[in-house]
RNA sequence: GCGGGCGUGCCGGAGUGGCCAAACGGGACAGACUCAAGAUCUGUUGGCUUAGUGCCUACGCAGGUUCGAAACCUGUCGCCCGCACCA
């Protein structure tokens, strides 16, 4: 049989249209302007913030609202505990993706960017987001890119920024610069031929400066351990020695972290692409070199340098060790960094493995000078280089010394001649801010043949971007604009032409955060009160793909905005939290793959909260999850059966002891649970409360309530429907978080409730055993063993001992023949001694809580009950029979 | 190579020392309702079973700690993610 899948869903006249209610509410909220953020509360604020996106899309597909979801479901319920929440959304709009449009399709970029925001806003603000919409900024508004130039002469004036040559990718063929996204795989993306590295003038921030600052300060952050780490390797701080050798009686330095090795130095290594390379070059060697730079220069992909082998050339010089006086040859070489320690290295093959194998293939000595403790190491046999501890010879008078205290020892003999000394290397580079591209904020300068650089003044800021440009121009469009150009030096007047570098995208984003707190103001970047009320973020959300690019950046731009006085803070996100990536049909969903949902075919099919729901339902939101087309569907019900039960049911404004403890307990572990992203449980949790409710006569209006409360976090627009049903005139989303009760949570209640869902269970499945549906009569037995009498024993033994273990083993002492119940019970009274419901009861008492049940079950089941004790019981199976749940007899 | 993480039932995914054969959802199966289907409701869904508050097997694999381990430790295999010739 062929059945039709969407049969129900079309003429299932039940099917509730939760759409419709999205969109009545969205607009209700916007013209209540209820997000509005405002500083001058009394209430304790609480800024929330999701990074801000690139406006690309002309769609949001489920893995956008799920990471939506999540800061915004954070939002609300912070709002909702009374907090002054700020949540803000903004676009990163410059950028290469406009700027490619504008070459493929002719739009004009400034265009392409306003069409996309203007098209993500209206998707975003149909998932019933809970932004405030009064702080939009994105980067491409003239007045941030006023500020975002005004903060680059801020920075340039207290040395912060600076113009030198670095390597930048570059096509001879198109004779223009690229950006690493378009030369991947060392290949010009637009004319397919290999892309070399070449000097160009750059502009950098100088985040080198704060490299100790940045990682001392991770640790007053509370951010994902991963993303921490992440950072650490980055800045890559490492301790060593920087020694002098000798070279035409220059001095070179280098830098290492083992000079207990320097005895077994057999050749320097200086990096094929150090810049004064060729100057050191011996005249007869320079062809060679030369041609090996050549062939250093291309840009490779990470594939490509994994399997690179080691490979170099002399280059006729020798260097002179300053600890012997010995001279070894200098090589040139394609594994060594320029741009980390000194672009040179002391090669000491016994014991590090790339100059081994370097050595092996150039056939240059190997001089073991540190021997290992289990066996002697032998220069002529090793198969590769012994990097462990051990003891040195070899090595004057350094020989007997254990290779870790020769580290100090060599360095402090080098310091004594003025050969060496201690220092820290970090691998964290100079932030190249440069972009030779036109989509970007212009950076604020000027050349002048006779002032040289200079910097425009403030008065005339902003510099804009001309808009007659020619996009299809091989190198920077900036340059085909005459009008943008052409300018007079603003110091002597004369002739002069403008830097025609825009600031890569990650300026922009390092300080968005901080205009969202004041983000109309025409006078200053921000007014010092107002973010100082607002930062800094305590809560950011975002993807991990972001730990060593934007949210470095971010920290080194607010501590120096905190050196210029600016801010009074020193860490822009106080939390962080990364949300995993959605999956569907095994890759991550994106467009390029081809394997998006959208926003809009769910919203139309179930309604944007039951996607908004099960996003953060069926998976932690940390956690990486698969998009799956048949789960939704039963999230789909569940906020129907919702519906209908608040809508259908009756709700009672009298307080119904059971509901109202589990209310509380509800409220207890939701609240717990949203605080620690614990969304899917949280969600778990109030499907349990849900699921209890619905299946009750009526409703406490209390507990109904409550309910929609928990649950507006995550779906507001249904919430926010019901709560108008039943009466409310206000709005939920605004409402108060409810606040639990400790003693309102009656655990022997709840016990009460379980004994009669467990005999409930195990009179249906007698049922079906027996085959008796109706019996006549059913009767419990109820047990009247050494149960009682154990839990007297009990307490007698846990008054001398708390642990768990010794009570374990003096009980079985006594009484071997329950071991096993005894290991059972025992840590449960040791745990919650006042809580153990209905173990701890007297049989009387137990007796009593059955009796509560039986009114209940006997409706239920149209059947007479009784209760029997176990030594009037005719039944064997009684003997069995434990405190807390009775055996059950048909009769 | 270095760093971070993960491995649980038919599936997604809870659970990090004791009411765990394992939440919740999906799927499957059975029953109720219905002429029927859908929707809804109820139950079952590791094996054995004398049906019990029972026994056995199970949380990648192998050991260990403990009265007790899916959870803690050690080793091992497999997968994912980041960084990567950093001297």
């Not at 950072?231 to 000079?259: A, C, L, M, V």
């Amino acid at each position: 049989m062929v059945k039709d899948e969407n049969a129900g869903k079309q003429d299932a006249p039940e099917r509730i249209n939760f759409n419709a209610v999205a969109v009545k509410w969205q607009k209700k909220w916007a013209e209540a302007a209820i997000f509005k953020a405002k500083e001058d509360s009394k209430k304790k604020k609480y800024y929330v913030l999701e990074m801000y996106p690139y406006p690309s899309a002309s769609y949001l597909h489920m893995g956008h609202v799920r990471n939506y979801t999540i800061g915004d479901a954070y939002a609300r319920f912070k709002r909702m505990q009374g907090f002054n929440v700020l949540y803000p959304m903004g676009y990163d709009s410059f950028g290469l993706p406009a700027e490619t449009a504008a070459k493929k399709e002719g739009i004009h970029p400034r265009k392409y960017a306003d069409d996309a925001m203007k098209k993500i806003m209206e998707y975003q603000k149909a998932l019933g987001n809970s932004y405030d919409w009064d702080r939009v900024l994105y980067s491409h508004d003239p007045d941030y890119i006023k500020w975002n130039q005004y903060f680059f002469i801020k920075l340039l004036e207290k040395g912060l920024a600076y113009r030198k040559k670095a390597p930048v990718n570059w096509c001879e063929c198109c004779q223009s610069v690229l950006a690493n996204e378009e030369a991947e795989g060392g290949k010009c993306w637009r004319c397919d031929k290999e892309v070399v590295k070449k000097d160009l003038s750059q502009w950098f921030y100088k985040i080198t400066a704060y490299a100790d600052r940045l990682l001392e300060d991770l640790k007053k952050i509370d951010w994902p351990e991963k993303i921490k780490v992440m950072q650490e390797n980055w800045i890559g701080k490492s301790y060593g020695t920087e020694i002098d050798f000798e070279i035409d009686d220059e001095k070179w330095s280098i830098f290492t972290t083992r000079p207990d090795t320097i005895y077994g130095v057999t050749f320097m290594v200086i990096s094929a692409l150090h810049p004064r390379l060729l100057e050191l070059t011996d005249a007869k060697h320079k062809p060679e070199v030369e041609a090996f730079i050549r062939k250093c220069q291309k840009v490779r992909t990470p594939e490509e340098i994994e399997a690179l082998e080691k490979e170099g050339v002399f280059i006729g010089k020798y260097a002179i060790n300053p600890i012997n006086n010995e001279e070894v040859p200098v090589y040139a070489g394609n594994f060594v960094l320029a741009d980390y320690g000194c672009g040179m290295v002391m090669a000491v093959p016994a014991h590090d493995q790339r100059d081994f194998e370097f050595a092996k293939k150039y056939k240059i000595p190997v001089r073991v000078v540190i021997n290992s403790p289990m066996f002697d190491l032998n220069a002529e046999k090793m198969s590769r280089a012994y990097t462990s501890e051990g003891s040195l010879i070899n090595s004057g008078e350094f020989n007997g010394s254990a290779s870790y205290d020769a580290i100090n020892e060599i360095t402090q003999h080098l310091e004594k001649t003025g050969k060496g000394r201690k220092t820290i290397q970090y691998k964290i580079k100079d932030w190249m801010i440069s972009r030779q591209r036109y989509w970007g904020t212009p950076i604020p300068i000027i050349h002048c043949p006779q002032c040289g650089v200079v910097v425009v003044p403030y008065k005339d800021l902003p510099v804009l971007l001309p808009d007659k440009v020619d996009f299809n121009a091989a190198e920077n469009p900036l340059l085909s604009s005459k009008e943008f150009l052409e300018v007079k030096c603003p110091k002597c007047g004369g002739q002069a032409h403008r830097e025609t570098d825009t600031m890569g995208g990650f300026v922009d984003s390092s300080w968005y955060f901080l205009r969202y707190c004041d983000n109309k103001n025409k006078d200053k970047p921000f007014d010092a009160d107002k973010v100082n009320y607002w930062m800094p973020v305590d809560q950011y959300v975002g993807g991990a793909e972001h730990a060593v690019m934007h949210l470095i950046y971010a920290r080194f731009f607010v501590k120096a905005l905190q050196d210029l006085g600016f801010v009074k803070f020193d860490e822009p996100f106080s939390k962080l939290f990364n949300q995993g990536i959605l999956y569907k049909d095994g890759a991550k969903m994106s467009k390029s793959k081809g394997n998006i949902v959208t926003q809009d075919q769910i919203a139309k099919l179930y309604g944007i909260d039951t996607a908004r729901f099960f996003l953060m339902f069926l998976a932690a939101p940390d956690k990486t999850m698969e998009w799956d087309d048949k789960t939704i569907e039963g999230t789909y019900r569940f906020l129907v059966k919702v519906y209908r039960m608040i809508t259908e049911k009756k709700i009672v404004d009298k307080n119904i002891k059971n509901q109202e403890s589990k209310t509380h307990k509800a409220i207890k572990e939701v609240t717990e649970n949203i605080e620690s992203f614990d969304y899917n449980i949280a969600l778990i949790k109030i499907m349990d409360l849900a699921n209890y409710l619905n299946s009750k006569e009526e409703i406490s209006r209390k507990a109904a309530e409550t309910l929609l409360l928990l649950l507006s976090p995550f779906t507001p627009h249904i919430a926010e429907e019901l709560w108008e049903k039943i009466g409310n005139k206000d709005f939920i989303s605004i409402a108060k978080w409810p606040a639990y009760d400790e003693k309102k949570i009656d655990e022997k209640l709840e016990a009460g409730e379980e004994l009669y869902e467990k005999i409930r269970k195990d009179i249906i499945s007698l049922q079906e055993l027996t085959g008796i549906i109706k019996p006549n009569k059913v009767v419990f037995i109820l047990p009247d063993n050494w149960k009682y009498s154990f839990i007297k024993e009990l307490k007698k033994e846990m008054e001398k001992t708390r642990n768990a273990g010794e009570l374990i083993k003096a009980l079985c002492a006594k009484d071997k023949t329950h071991a096993k119940l005894i290991a059972n019970f025992v840590p449960k009274f040791v745990k919650n001694p006042d809580k153990i419901p209905m173990v701890v009861l007297s049989a009387a008492e137990e007796k009593k809580a059955l009796d509560d049940c039986i009114a209940g079950l006997e409706k239920e089941f149209k059947t007479k009950f009784e209760i029997v004790a176990e030594k009037e019981s005719k039944h064997e199976k009684a003997a069995n029979a434990m405190p807390g749940k009775p055996a059950i007899i048909f009769e």
